[in-house]
């Protein structure tokens, strides 16, 4: 099985030592290729059993006792491959902090609130357009110490499974006109050409009426709209 290369004049580097914990990740050697095994690109990857009816929705899929706090948004985008042909049956998880910036880790420490009925997690399978869609609440900017005033800018964590259980894409998408991605090393890394890639766009047909600005985040598989993804 042959796989079209990264195109890596899009992808941020493996060093970019203002996102300081780069410095201690990177490879300081050659990266040796490693084949897969029959059983890595053959094997189940998952199954359909395992979303369930609300898995998309962030905003039900952990209450306990009311409402999760913060902006109701709704992100919705298609998931395709280099030559623009939706990939149906993806699974697309996400991740992210709560309204006030925080997120339900025991590693992380930072002095806002957490929501009990906002988990920060969930996923859907792409239909056969490619399409996605997630109801969530707009996450919150927080300190991470990568320097005295460093605040990480609203985002969204994405990861996509391909047809190999070795195959995925994690990534992270940003919203419109947040100041603080002028600063955040993470995006600034990527070379500036392609950083719009990562950010989402505003968009009133998503939107829902009384309920729920929409954002839209397409996601793009190899070639040169590749979406940049996360070099950990």
Known sequence: MTQNKRDWAIQPPY?????????????????????????????????HDAIRKYDNDLTLNARK?????????????TVTDVNGKPIP?????????????????????????????????????????????????????????????????NHIHFSLFGNQITSRLVTQMYFPGDPLMDYDPVLQGVPEKYRHLLISK???????????????????LRGNRETPFENK
């Open 65 to 77: 006792n009311g409402e999760p706090l913060g902006e109701r948004i709704v992100v919705a985008g």
């Open 89 to 153: 049956n993806t699974l697309v998880e996400i991740w992210q902090a709560n309204a006030a910036g925080r997120y339900i880790h025991k590693v992380d420490q930072h002095d806002a609130p957490l929501d009990p009925n906002f988990l920060g997690a969930g996923r859907c399978l792409t239909d056969s357009e490619g399409n996605y869609k997630f109801y969530t609440i707009k996450p919150g900017a927080y300190p991470w110490g990568n320097h005295p005033k460093a605040f990480r800018p």
């Open 202 to 220: 505003f968009n009133l047909d998503i939107t829902e009426s009384d309920f729920a600005l929409g954002f839209q985040f397409d996601i793009v």
């Open 15 to 47: 060093l970019y030592p203002e996102y300081k914990s780069t410095v201690l990740r990177a490879p300081t050697k050659p990266l040796i290729p490693l084949k897969h095994t029959l059983s890595e690109l053959t094997g189940p990857v998952f199954g």
